[in-house]
């Protein structure tokens, strides 16, 4: 909206300097606020007064409709869509496959009639009903949610996607979810903690932390003996990780952009690395290197960069790693 505001300010410069006369046709589709409406409106009216020009906005919002109407009766709901009709769009838009199993097309149907004839089903109502919908599903295995905080249900997901959600303070990490392989929370910038019923997870191989900037606080982790991939990316404000047990299972470990975040102990005497990655991590990561190169000789890919208190690499460290296929290192301290 921004973006359109200052193109019109140009726009009323020509117009006022009587270098261009202007009729437009302005369409804006999907919107779901109208914070900017009236600054809007009034840059529309300062490029002409005569008529001739005109604004289409279409909306799911009610209120929405009702800000932006500029007469009475200037208002067009279209007919509600049959749920087979809904489904149809629904099933062409998300599925790439041209078959799908019978439990699959249950689902979906579930999930259009939820929608209440409307496509997108994207007002907050609608979105609780699909989640309700899908709760009755005990074996869907696989999930991607935006701003819904009730997981409570989902007892047999193994795959779980949390993003971009500004409402979420506390992840919605229940018991129930004790059978999660992977689990990604993303650009869940208002998060500040985990919560405590994830920290007794067995079955977890990947765990994936990507720009929740306010991220402070993990419970002690005491389980995690089947941990892969661990990634923790752009969480500015976490200090520690407190892993109890050591991963002798985990692969690949990636730490990035995140200033703050001490070193993991128990990451010391790691044999199955094949991939790693210290980027922009916080005090103490260097004292872990050189057990972690001695130890790791099927290590392919190390990346170390940006450590501040790391000076120098042994080059006895570096020569161990026979399989090395891929090294970036930079970013020493100047001390």
């Known amino acids: 909206m921004n973006a359109l505001i200052n193109i019109l ?29 009236d600054e ?19 909306t799911c919002i009610q209120d929405v409709a009702s800000k932006v109407q500029a ?7 279209p007919g509600r869509l049959e749920d087979e009709e809904c489904w149809s769009i629904i099933k062409e838009r998300a599925l790439i496959a041209s078959s799908m199993s019978h439990e ?32 009755t599903h005990t074996n869907l295995q696989s999930l991607t949610v935006s701003n819904y905080q009730d997981l409570e249900g989902f007892s047999s997901l193994q795959n779980l996607s949390i ?17 999660l392989e992977k689990l990604r929370i993303s650009s869940c910038k208002n998060v500040s903690k985990i919560g ?22 993990i419970p002690d982790f005491e389980g995690f003996s089947s941990l892969q991939n661990l ?5 500015k404000e976490l200090a520690s990780f407190p892993l109890k047990v050591p991963l002798s299972s985990l692969k690949k470990l990636r730490i990035h952009d995140c200033p703050n975040l001490k070193y993991i102990p128990s990451l010391d005497g790691l044999s199955s690395l094949t991939e790693l990655e210290l980027n922009k991590g916080g005090e103490g990561w260097s004292c872990l290197l050189p057990n972690m190169l001695r130890s790791n000789t099927s290590l392919f890919s190390l990346t170390i960069l940006n450590l501040l208190d790391l000076i120098w690499i042994p080059d006895d460290n570096l020569g161990r790693l026979n399989c090395l296929g891929k090294l970036a290192i930079g970013g020493f301290s100047e001390e």
């Open 196 to 217: 405590d019923r994830l920290s007794t997870s067995t079955y977890l191989k990947e765990l994936d932390l990507y720009l929740c900037s306010n991220l402070s606080w």
């Open 71 to 77: 007469l009475p009766n200037q208002m067009h709901q």
């Open 231 to 235: 990634s923790i990316d752009s969480c």
């Open 104 to 135: 699959l097309d249950l689902i979906g149907k579930e999930i259009a009639k939820q929608c209440r004839g409307s496509d997108s089903g994207s007002s907050g109502y609608n979105s609780e009903k699909v989640m309700e919908g899908l709760q």
């Open 9 to 37: 300010k140009k726009k009323i410069g020509q117009a006022k300097r009587g270098k261009k006369q202007i009729k437009y046709l302005l369409v804006l589709d999907d919107v779901w606020s109208v914070e900017k409406w």
């Open 163 to 179: 993003d971009i959600s500004n409402e979420l303070e506390v992840l919605p990490i229940t018991k129930r979810c004790s059978s």
């Open 40 to 58: 809007l409106k009034n840059h529309l009216m300062g490029i002409i007064k005569n008529g001739g020009n005109g604004v289409i906005v279409t």
